[in-house]
T-cell receptor, first 114, second 112 residues
C-alpha cells in the first residue's frame, strides 16, 4: 500500500538554527513528492515539489527538500529558522496510477523558539 | 481573487441534520477533491471529480454525497449528521499530476 511517514510529531528548534522535518514514503513506481504548510485555522499552502531531475528542490520562504531515492526520503530543510515558520508541515506523495490522489503524512508540528 | 473558495467557513449543527458545503475554483482546473482533516490533523481523501465525473470514492459512509454541476464546482452534501462527522473539510483542485493541489481554506463542521 502507498504510504507516507513523518516520524516526528513535533520538531523544536531555536530561531536562527537550521531545521529538518523528516519524511519517508512507500510507493510503487516513481512518486511525485510535495510539502505543504498549514498555519492555524488556515488551509494548506504549497511549499515545494519534486517531480524529476535535481534531487535538491527549492521552494517558498527559503525552504528546500532533498529527494533520496535509495532511502525513499524527502526531508524538508531550512538553513535558518524563523519564529514565523512555526506551523504544521505535511509531506505528501502522488503515485502513478493513483488518479492524482495525494496521500499525506500525519504532519509534523514545527515550533521555532526565539 | 480567491482561487478555491469554500462556504461556509464554519458550520455548527445538530445530530441528524442534513447540511451542504460548497466549493468553487476559478483556476480552470479539471479535477476537484474533498479531504477530511480529523481532530488529530490527519488528512484523508474522500472524493475526487474530473470534469464532473467521479473518479475517486474512498471508503466514506454513503451519507456523504458529492455533486459536481460543472468542473468549477464540487459540493458536499451530508445526510443524518453524526458526532463523528465533526472535522475540517477541505476542497482542493488540480490540473495535472505535477502541479499538485490548490486548497481552499476549509470548512469547520461541528456536530452537537
Amino acid at each position: 500500500a502507498q504510504s507516507v511517514a513523518q516520524p516526528e510529531d513535533q520538531v523544536n528548534v531555536a530561531e536562527g538554527n537550521p531545521l529538518t522535518v523528516k519524511c519517508t514514503y512507500s510507493v510503487s513506481g516513481n512518486p511525485y513528492l510535495f510539502w505543504y504548510v498549514q498555519y492555524p485555522n488556515r488551509g494548506l499552502q504549497f511549499l515545494l515539489k519534486y517531480i524529476t531531475g535535481d534531487n535538491l528542490v527549492k521552494g517558498s520562504y527559503g525552504f528546500e527538500a532533498e529527494f533520496n531515492k535509495s532511502q525513499t526520503s524527502f526531508h524538508l530543510k531550512k538553513p535558518s529558522a524563523l519564529v514565523s515558520d512555526s506551523a504544521l508541515y505535511f509531506c505528501a506523495v502522488m503515485f502513478s496510477g493513483g488518479y492524482n490522489k495525494l496521500i499525506f503524512g500525519a504532519g509534523t508540528r514545527l515550533a521555532v523558539h526565539p | 481573487d480567491t482561487a478555491v473558495s469554500q462556504t461556509p467557513k464554519y458550520l455548527v449543527t445538530q445530530m441528524g441534520n442534513d447540511k451542504s458545503i460548497k466549493c468553487e475554483q476559478n483556476l480552470g482546473h479539471d479535477t476537484m477533491y474533498w479531504y477530511k482533516q480529523d481532530s488529530k490533523k490527519f488528512l484523508k481523501i474522500m472524493f475526487s471529480y474530473n470534469n464532473k465525473e467521479l473518479i475517486i470514492n474512498e471508503t466514506v459512509p454513503n451519507r456523504f454525497s458529492p455533486k459536481s454541476p460543472d468542473k468549477a464546482h464540487l459540493n458536499l452534501h451530508i445526510n443524518s449528521l453524526e458526532l463523528g462527522d465533526s472535522a475540517v473539510y477541505f476542497c482542493a483542485s488540480s490540473q495535472e499530476r505535477a502541479g499538485g493541489y490548490t486548497f481552499g481554506s476549509g470548512t469547520r463542521l461541528t456536530v452537537v
